[in-house]
């Protein structure tokens, strides 16, 4: 009897751990102040922790339906219609899942197959690809460029081909901020119902939209309600990235297929927090997500303005908590390097901009997250002045 043969699965080969991950680590490692991960360490609101707290108190520990507790897939559908502008039926378009992050993978199982390409917008977000990668799809990229990331059809036209099978719109995006607005929507749009494809959007940033920046859902659009899967999730609105509670929303022939997967892999969501969360949403008005939204754009104000003085040229982002800064003045000849020389010499974390991009564009960039209480990112950009 010998030891196991270890053979990992081919559907993990070239797979390594997140730039995202990996610069936490080293943060934690050197003690400095974390502005890589969206780990998002604001309040919770009180509204929801009091409900969750009694959800767990009344013992409602049971599965849930798999597609969610009832008061939740209400809330959702009602903020569909409200804020998306996208009409939801609660018994048979919603399904709750495992953050956001759980409706992509639940809408890859249900409605790609391995050899699909898919399109994605670069820069993205590394889980978006490496969850593509995993379930035997192939990425097609679309590299925007910066600093306004503009998109044009040829774009598209350039990467299709008789294997593609869906798009993902990453609005407002991580890492750039750029949000995709009506132009942008209405190319994707007629690009996918002239080539048959199903769009996928994450929204989870769609209430952090800055200046005069409008979050549009695609599914809104003519033609497309039928042929797109809209996710978002609470991590970042209430600020609860840890509890992992998501949705996908799409038509009853989609949301089927996601809901089965769903139901196979996690059964459910933790049946107290969604019911913690439904409370929440309840009794949260429209305020909350504005004063949400102004206080995001003063934080971005803040670290735009350190950086830009500091000598790392900011991207100026139009939502969502992050911000592209271009390190070239460092000297570095990666953006692991100039990120990890960030850290060492003033004791801030950020991520390289190579774990964004597929080219070398993101080797002059990195990303700062600046969801952080206001003594936190205080403490950052006074760190970050020392750099000029």
């Known amino acids: 009897m010998g030891s196991l043969s270890v053979r990992k699965s081919k559907r993990i080969e070239g797979l390594v751990q997140s730039d995202i991950r990996r610069m936490t680590l080293e943060c934690n490692r050197l003690g400095g102040i974390n502005l890589g991960q969206g780990i998002c360490d604001m309040p919770t609101p009180p509204e929801v922790l009091e409900a969750t707290q009694a959800a767990v108190a009344e013992d409602l520990s049971v ?3 798999y597609d969610g507790v009832e008061p939740l897939r209400a809330q959702i559908a009602a ?4 804020h998306n502008k996208r009409p939801t039926d609660p018994e048979s378009e919603v399904v709750v899942t495992i953050g956001s992050t759980g409706a992509f993978a639940c809408t890859c199982q249900a409605m790609l197959n391995p050899g699909d390409e898919v399109i994605l917008f670069e820069p993205y977000y590394g889980y ?16 925007l460029a910066p600093p306004d990331w503009k998109l044009d059809r040829a774009m598209l036209d350039a990467v299709v081909t008789d294997k593609t099978r869906a798009i993902l719109i990453n609005t407002p995006s991580n890492p ?30 769609e209430y952090i939209v800055y200046d005069d920046a409008e979050h549009i859902s695609l599914a809104t659009l003519p033609g497309m309600r039928e042929r797109t899967v809209t996710m978002s999730g609470f991590s970042k609105t209430f600020s609860i990235t840890g509890w992992r509670l998501g949705y996908a929303v799409a038509p009853p022939e989609i949301a089927g297929p996601i809901g089965l997967v769903n139901d196979l892999c996690y059964i459910c969501a933790p049946s107290p927090l969604q019911y913690g969360v439904a409370h929440g949403m309840a009794k949260l008005n429209d305020s909350y997500y504005t004063q949400m939204r102004d206080m995001y754009q003063v934080k ?5 303005a350190v950086l830009e003085a500091a000598g790392l040229p900011p991207i100026r982002p139009q939502g969502a908590y992050y911000v592209l800064a271009d390190v070239s003045r460092l000297g570095r000849s990666t953006a692991r390097e100039a990120s990890m020389a960030i850290l060492e010499q003033v004791g801030v974390a950020s ?6 991009f597929t080219g070398e564009v993101g080797e002059s960039l990195v990303r700062f997250c600046y969801a952080k209480e206001d003594e936190v990112l205080e ?9 000029a």
């Open 79 to 82: 903020k569909m219609e409200a």
């Open 300 to 304: 971005r104000d803040q670290i735009c």
């Open 128 to 143: 978006h690809r490496n969850t593509l990668t995993v379930a035997g799809c192939v990425p097609r990229f679309v590299p």
């Open 176 to 205: 750039s901020g750029k949000v995709f607005g009506r132009e942008d929507l209405e190319v994707i749009a007629g690009f996918c119902q002239e080539n048959d494809l199903l769009a996928i959007t994450d929204e989870i940033y």
């Open 379 to 387: 403490a950052a950009c006074e760190r970050l002045a020392r750099l």
């Open 63 to 65: 599965y849930s339906r």
């Open 351 to 356: 991520v390289p901009g190579s774990a964004f």
